[in-house]
């Protein structure tokens, strides 16, 4: 099995039920992941695109005994369960899950770029990584801890701020974890 990490973010609709609905739909099914994690929910400002309103968003830690494509079509699988539209790059979303590591894989393909091109850049997928797995390493880029502390660091203008939403809880669903 292989310690995969997926990025959960909704700013559409009822966006807590979203994120809890692509979790039951990530972990349903015979070759479903085993969830090892879950994080917080934090509420974010959203990073690039167009204007647009706020995000909550979560991190969840499986492990797979499929291949990193698997994944990426579990999470496609899941946007599509919530209705998602593909219309403007990093436009507004019911749901988004991105494949953010996948074990030590390191992979160039446009399509599942791993470790994500862009996650040692984001506060809202570090803190709540952190919060999941306080030991955890971006693979080639270090310890989850390290990058966040950089990125706060670096953002003078306050547009990474996130808000620990303690009024949100996420749960995973029972039968995922026996």
């Avoid at 494509?69 to 991105?98: H, I, K, S």
């Avoid at 590591?101 to 791993?114: K, Y």
């Amino acid at each position: 099995m292989t310690r995969a990490v997926l990025s959960l973010g909704s700013n559409l609709g009822d966006r807590a039920a979203a994120l809890r609905r692509g979790i039951e739909v990530l972990l349903e099914g015979e070759d479903a992941p085993v969830p090892v994690a879950l994080s917080p929910v934090y509420e974010t400002a959203p990073v690039g695109g167009p204007e647009q309103g706020r995000y909550l968003n979560a991190v969840l830690l499986v492990e797979s005994e499929g291949t990193p494509r698997q994944l990426l079509e579990r999470a496609w699988a899941a946007e599509r369960a919530l209705d998602r539209v593909r219309e403007v790059r990093w436009g507004p979303r019911t749901l988004d899950v991105d494949v953010i590591a996948f074990g030590q894989v390191r992979d160039d393909d446009p399509e599942l770029t791993l470790p994500h091109p862009r996650a040692h850049l984001r506060a809202f997928v570090l803190r709540p990584w952190l919060d999941a797995d306080p030991g955890a390493e971006l693979p080639g880029l270090g310890p989850v801890a390290e990058l966040l502390a950089a990125v706060t660091a670096d953002d003078e203008a306050g547009e990474q701020e996130l808000f620990l939403r303690e009024d949100l809880e996420l749960r995973l669903p029972e039968e995922a974890t026996g």
